[in-house]
């Protein structure tokens, strides 16, 4: 149980062009979904948090317009990268949580190559 | 501010040895840690976790350890196989709410044959 998708795993796209990332709960409803971005050999860092419904929370320093934050259903949030850039290639992670549990499972991540 | 960090970035064991995994954390009111696993290519996976009311949480091969007075945290790997190889992070809940955690930076675990 508990598992977490996203799609496409890997994208390649050119400057200047948009990228939507979708992450989906597959067998459980997300009341919350994560955002993260990972740089080769670093850590992850939060760029946002969504509840079903509701705006995201970005953390600082993320620009909301770029990076578009949907969370429609229980089971789907979407991140668009827009106008994307060589310098937002990277790894892109999804998580998500149920009710107020603290724990929460990840996607497998995306892998996004901006040329 | 506040940050987690870990003390080795590499560590290589032998295969059947132990393992132990270090993470320092500064904020002495975060009450929630969080071990993953995370593999090549691929999104963390949850290992084991621990409340700040407790010291110390066992898991199938995997101890954590939790020492509030240094604000330390552990990750021992029982019997470390070929599988164990990965980058594992800690993770610091700092909002007490289980919404805002804070990744150290990870450690790479090689084990060798």
């Known amino acids: 149980g508990a598992v977490v998708s996203q799609h496409p795993s890997w994208v390649i796209c050119k400057s200047g062009t948009s990228v939507k990332i979708e992450c989906r709960s597959l067998?459980?409803?997300?009341?919350?979904m994560f955002w993260y971005r990972q740089f080769p050999k670093q850590s992850l860092m939060l760029m946002a948090t969504s509840n079903e419904g509701s705006k995201a929370t970005y953390e600082q320093g993320v620009e909301k317009d770029k990076f578009l934050i949907n969370h429609a259903s229980l089971t789907l949030s979407t991140l668009t990268v827009t106008s994307a850039h060589p310098e937002d290639s990277s790894f892109y992670i999804c998580?998500?949580?149920?009710?107020?549990?603290?724990?929460?499972?990840f996607g497998p991540g995306t892998r996004l190559t901006v040329t | 501010g506040e940050s987690v960090g870990l003390h080795l970035p590499t560590l290589s064991v032998q295969e059947g040895d132990n393992s132990i995994i270090n993470c320092a954390y500064s904020?002495?009111?975060?009450?929630?840690f969080i071990w993953y696993k995370q593999e090549s290519g691929k999104g963390p996976q949850f290992i084991i976790d621990?409340?700040?009311?407790?010291d110390k949480r066992q898991g199938q091969r995997v101890t954590v350890l939790l020492n509030k007075t240094v604000k330390h945290l552990s990750l021992q790997i029982a019997a470390t196989q070929p599988g164990d190889s990965a980058v594992y992070f800690c993770a610091e809940n700092i909002d007490n709410y289980g919404q805002n955690f804070v990744f150290g930076p990870g450690t790479r675990l090689s084990v060798l044959p």
């Open positions: 067998d459980f409803q997300a009341t919350t």
């Open positions: 998580s998500a949580r149920t009710g107020w549990a603290y724990e929460q499972y």
């Open positions: 621990i409340r700040s009311n407790m």
């Open positions: 904020n002495s009111a975060s009450d929630y």
